[in-house]
């Protein structure tokens, strides 16, 4: 296979997804600080603006634009690439990394909920990806960065909505990397643990949860989130500039992917014993880590 280039971040377009905190956040500061101009997108306006404020402040010389967009609504999706596209006719990198969750066993969430989430974590990368795709390829030794989970990698019940995008964007990447290779383009698939993120304060929950379980198992939860974004994100940057097809950040991503790899069918009992063991303590999560 073509061996690509190191990535070149100065003077170069990133597109970011989810940009309002968290692992986005920091990213957009890595890449603010490697000399890309930005074109932050995220639907916390309140949250994403500061973020946009900062970078200016630090890095005057580059240019900086934030979108405000709800990436379950197709029309919204569309509209950023076409804004994008218009404004950006050669871009450098694109950065799906906006991610929701969803709580619950299956029987207790709602197909509406399931394709939100679907629709945030899976079709709205997809859609971007293919529409930008020509501003991508418009130069030479471009680059696309999904960010999928360590539920990319394994599949714990209770969490079927969120592993089924993740596991369908892992698919998406591992043969757009075939495919787009010979464009000059790389692509990175990312594989978070617990990172310290809003993902747990700000997850759905499924409408058949109990209420009483709800907020004790998100406190419960977010304590487990513990590894830094800033790390996370320096993680990815560098991924990114070596061209690795698959990043895996922190112990919680690696030792599951060990795991998946030793026992591809057995370790799905582990996982499961771990889940109903931690449940029994009443610790399971209604909410998961990204």
Do not use: W
């Amino acid at each position: 296979m073509t061996r690509l280039p190191e990535y070149r971040f100065a003077g170069r377009t990133a597109v970011l997804t989810g940009a309002a905190g968290g692992i986005g956040e920091q990213l957009a500061y890595g890449l603010a600080h490697r000399g890309s101009d930005l074109v932050l997108a995220d639907v916390d306006e309140a949250r994403l603006t500061p973020v946009a404020d900062r970078i200016r402040a630090a890095h005057p010389a580059i240019g900086v634009q934030t979108v405000v967009a709800d990436l379950a609504d197709r029309v919204a999706v569309e509209a950023l690439a076409t804004r994008v596209l218009t404004e950006h006719p050669a871009i450098g990198l694109l950065v799906n990394n906006a991610g929701i969750a969803l709580g619950g066993r299956f029987d207790q969430v709602t197909t509406d909920q399931f394709e939100q989430v679907m629709n945030v974590n899976f079709r709205a990368p997809m859609l971007l990806t293919h529409a930008l795709l020509p501003a991508l390829t418009a130069t030479p030794g471009g680059h696309l960065v999904n960010v999928s989970s360590l539920f990319g990698l394994i599949a714990p019940p209770g969490q079927s909505a969120y592993c089924a995008s993740k596991f369908a964007l892992r698919g998406l990447s591992e043969s757009l990397r075939g495919e787009l290779i010979d464009n000059g383009v790389g692509v990175t698939t990312v594989h978070p643990g617990g990172i310290k993120t809003r993902i747990a304060e700000s997850a759905l929950v499924g409408s058949h949860v109990p209420q009483d379980e709800i907020e004790p198992n998100r406190r419960l939860f977010a304590a487990l989130l513990s590894y830094p974004p800033e790390k996370a994100a320096e993680q990815i940057l560098r991924a990114v500039a070596k061209r690795k097809a698959r990043l895996l950040i922190a112990s919680s991503a690696k030792a599951p992917d060990i795991l998946a790899r030793l026992l591809p069918v057995g370790h799905a009992r582990i996982v499961r014993a771990a889940t109903v063991a931690a449940s029994s303590r009443g610790t399971r999560p209604a909410v998961i880590k990204r």
